[in-house]
């Protein structure tokens, strides 16, 4: 449960610094951040749908295929 209220103190950390107009440099640490958070989520709950989801948003990431 500690992993999943991680996330999502994350995804409210993420939409403050959005709604401050933070660049995209700090968005990025933020969003490299929440996707460690969800790996460790997904571990922790099991299950190949969530690994193949933290996988698709890591491999994103990896391509700047992510607008921040």
Known sequence: MEEARAVLERLERIEAL???GAGPPELLVELRTLLEEAGAW???EGGDAGGRAVDGLRSALAHD???V
């Open 18 to 20: 959005d709604r401050a």
């Open 42 to 44: 997904s571990r922790t």
């Open 65 to 67: 295929m992510i607008a």
